[in-house]
């Protein structure tokens, strides 16, 4: 049985002038057009192919990989819009469908949204943009410090929300987010907590105790290297304390805190004092 939405490895079973067919087990032969064959290819061979629908909705092959699969979550752009839904660039000749019913704000031509890929009721491949259909909002499998892959798609008064390993969904607080993020960006997060409520916190940089003492010295440094004094509050903006200590706000602000119940520093609304030893 072909894998549909998916990468699959199937042989070649039979050759036509107008391509290969490979065995789809239950799912019968599937048509690998000439245009994707592999040069010398086999009878017998095994192919890496992505199976797909065609215009006709039969099962069709292709040695192009798609931007997304099912189960995947990916940034794309609408190529077009019409009275059923939106049409997405995914890599492949037939466009992937967003129903309306599935946009979590309309969709709007030559802009991009990040959605995720699954299987209808009709087993069409199809998108969605409201992802907390989709994906898990809650989790008690994550582990504090847990390294995942994250995937920003929407901005709260709170702060970002990204996808989370393609299968949940997490909050980078404002304060966690040392610069400005974009939609569709991609990169490596951690878990930051897991609420009572399962709820899952996201940070962009690992918690370590070593990590907090070496902010901690590298405060005290940058303090007395500056005459004792810096302009870097609790209130600076998170862009600023980044591009001196390469952190963001929140782990900034909770280092002071520290520094100041050691009576180490006093913080005022204007400014950070090193008290004298």
Not at 48 to 59: N, P, R
Not at 128 to 137: A, C, F, G, I, N
Request: charged share 30%; hydrophobic share 35%.
């Amino acid at each position: 049985m072909a894998d549909l939405g998916r990468i699959n490895r199937l042989s070649v079973v039979k050759q036509v002038d107008f391509g290969v067919f490979l065995d789809g087990g239950v799912d019968g032969n599937i048509l690998l057009p000439k245009r994707y064959v592999p040069k010398d290819c086999e009878l017998g061979q095994q192919l890496k192919v992505f199976i797909y629908l065609d215009s006709e909705d039969q099962l069709i092959a292709t040695t192009e990989m798609p931007k997304i699969m099912v189960g995947q979550c990916a940034y794309l752009k609408v190529k077009d819009v019409n009275k059923i839904g939106a049409f997405l660039d995914w890599g492949l000749s037939k466009d992937l469908f967003v129903p309306f019913k599935e946009q979590a704000k309309r969709m709007e031509e030559g802009k991009s949204y990040v959605v995720y890929a699954y299987l209808d009721s009709s087993e069409r491949i199809v998108a969605s943009s409201r992802l907390d259909r989709h994906l898990y909002e809650e989790s008690r499998y994550f582990k504090a410090n847990q390294e995942v892959d994250l995937m920003v798609y929407a901005k709260t008064a709170m702060g970002y929300k990204a996808v989370v390993n393609n299968n949940h969904i997490g909050l980078i607080f404002r304060d966690e987010a040392f610069k400005p993020l974009r939609f569709g960006q991609q990169f490596k997060g951690y878990i930051k907590s897991i609420r009572e409520d399962g709820k899952i916190d996201l940070s962009l940089q690992r918690r370590t105790q070593k990590g907090r003492d070496e902010l901690t010295d590298k405060i005290l440094q940058y303090l007395k290297a500056n005459g004792g004094t810096s302009t870097l509050t609790d209130k600076s903006p998170p862009d600023e304390i980044y591009n001196v200590f390469n952190v963001s706000k929140g782990n900034y602000k909770k280092a002071l805190g520290s520094l100041y119940k050691e009576r180490k520093i006093v913080i005022t609304p204007e400014r950070i004092t090193l008290v004298e030893e």
